[in-house]
């Protein structure tokens, strides 16, 4: 902005401003803008990577006691018998100062009972000043917030801001619409093949975890007898599995059974794309889920999905072993933290080479 300004006054101090054209005076300014902001967004994003190693100088100051966080540092200064922030001395505060006058970033590794006297003499100190608490580990705080002038950890934000939930939400409405509309005469044939196959109702209601751990009724076509539904999840199905119809074995490898949780995703029981509900019972090596990985109930922070990054990378069908829950929880925790409107277009489009799949019986 300050080049334009000094174009345009330099084009007027000379009278020269009826020979620069308007529109492109403006075209340049806001193509400049763009490009700038492009590349300053790609250099910061690939500061590591264009610079090598670390481009910042992050210096640790640790009394030689207490537990040192993980990663590199520039310079680690060992600050006993150097520094106590407790005794107020001009001289000590000249000494840290001279210590850490080059440092982007300083980290303070001491004991807890030092902590609050080292935040006190580092907010003169003009760098980022952090105090390393090795017990917030075990939360993952994402920040650190105020109520009421208390300081308060920020330990869960939603991955999704509102905007977000807005786009996704009329993505699912979208598609789910459309393709309710588009495959209307195959739901109505399956719904009768299913029907003249065995007796019993035309849809499977089954209770599943959702979003925010509330439990909904998933919708799918009964592919099973009656007799041997399984409402909790307890037993998976299996490859020759007897409770099977010859109907649902047909629809269960097409994947076409779960065609009805299009009208879940139309309630806002469900999404499109996102992390696939699990039965209440469901079992891997003979454990339920949450027993497995104690991450398992973050993945419920979004709407489940009709599909999903595990189940397009092959992850789905029965878990004999604890690794075929955590490969699947790895994916939905990698979709929750990376997730993007077009990777959603992405998903969708990668599910309809894995419709029909090896583990799908």
Known sequence: MLAVCTVILVAFAFQASEDFPRALMLFGTATSFLLITAARY?????LRQIIGGNPFNV?????????VPAGKFSAMV???????????DPIMYDRLARIIANADRVVIACAPEKRVAWANSLKSANVQAEIFVPELDQLAPLGVSAY???????VAVGPLGLFDRFVKRLFDLAVSGVAVLALSPLLALIALLVKLDSPGPILFKQVRIGCRNEMFRIWKFRSMFVEGSDSAGHRSASREDDRITRVGRFIRKTSMDELPQLFNVLRGDMSIVGPRPHALGSRAAEKLFWEIDGRYWQRHSVK??????????GYRGATPFENDLRNRLQADLEYLEHWSIWRDVKIVLMTFRVLSHGNAY
């Open 304 to 313: 489940p999905g009709l599909t999903g990054l595990a189940q397009v990378r």
């Open 59 to 67: 210096m640790l100051l640790h009394d030689g006691e207490s537990s």
């Open 78 to 88: 060992p600050i006993q018998g150097r520094f106590d922030p407790d005794v107020h």
């Open 148 to 154: 009421a002038d208390t300081p308060t950890v920020i």
């Open 42 to 46: 790609v250099f910061v994003s690939n």
